[in-house]
């Protein structure tokens, strides 16, 4: 009896132990890249949150010495479908080829990237999301 009760709690144990590291992994999404030395803004593209109950989508980058969290209120009206968000911008004010992380609790369409702007920053359901560096 003993060893079932043993079975049982360990069995409990490795569930609420997958439970937990599940609900982490759904709360945030992350994507990395390292920039160019070149220099030049940062995009990203990031559906807004919309987990029942949630209002606001946080967006934060790592990115060297810099970091920097915002939490923006998710865009509704006529904006209610799955696509509807952020098109993150980061403006660095030097270039820099340390590791650029971004995480949310949005879900990332397109990850991190140099060059030009993608086509959502025109769609009426994207808020453009301007992040300047200090360094």
């Given at each position: 009896?003993?060893?079932?009760?043993?079975?049982?709690s360990?069995?409990?144990?490795?569930?609420?132990?997958?439970?937990?590291?599940?609900?982490?992994a759904?709360?945030?999404?992350?994507?990395?890249?390292t920039?160019?030395p070149?220099?030049?803004?940062?995009?990203?593209?990031?559906?807004?949150d919309?987990?029942?109950?949630?209002?606001?989508?946080?967006?934060?980058?790592?990115?060297?010495?810099?970091?920097?969290?915002?939490?923006?209120?998710?865009?509704?009206?006529?904006?209610?479908?799955?696509i509807?968000?952020?098109v993150?911008m980061?403006?660095?004010?030097?270039p820099?080829?340390?590791?650029?992380?971004?995480?949310?609790n949005?879900?990332i369409?397109?990850?991190?990237?140099q060059?030009?702007?993608?086509?959502?920053?025109?769609?009426?359901?994207?808020?453009?999301?301007?992040?300047?560096?200090?360094?």
């Amino acid at each position: 009896m003993r060893s079932l009760r043993v079975k049982v709690s360990l069995f409990t144990l490795t569930l609420f132990v997958l439970g937990v590291f599940a609900g982490v992994a759904a709360w945030a999404a992350t994507a990395s890249f390292t920039p160019s030395p070149q220099g030049g803004n940062i995009f990203a593209v990031i559906n807004a949150d919309r987990s029942p109950g949630t209002r606001v989508t946080t967006i934060s980058v790592k990115w060297g010495q810099f970091q920097r969290t915002v939490g923006r209120a998710n865009p509704y009206g006529n904006c209610s479908g799955a696509i509807a968000g952020f098109v993150l911008m980061v403006q660095p004010r030097q270039p820099s080829s340390n590791l650029f992380t971004l995480t949310t609790n949005g879900k990332i369409v397109r990850p991190p990237y140099q060059g030009v702007a993608p086509p959502e920053v025109s769609h009426p359901c994207y808020k453009l999301e301007r992040i300047r560096t200090t360094s």
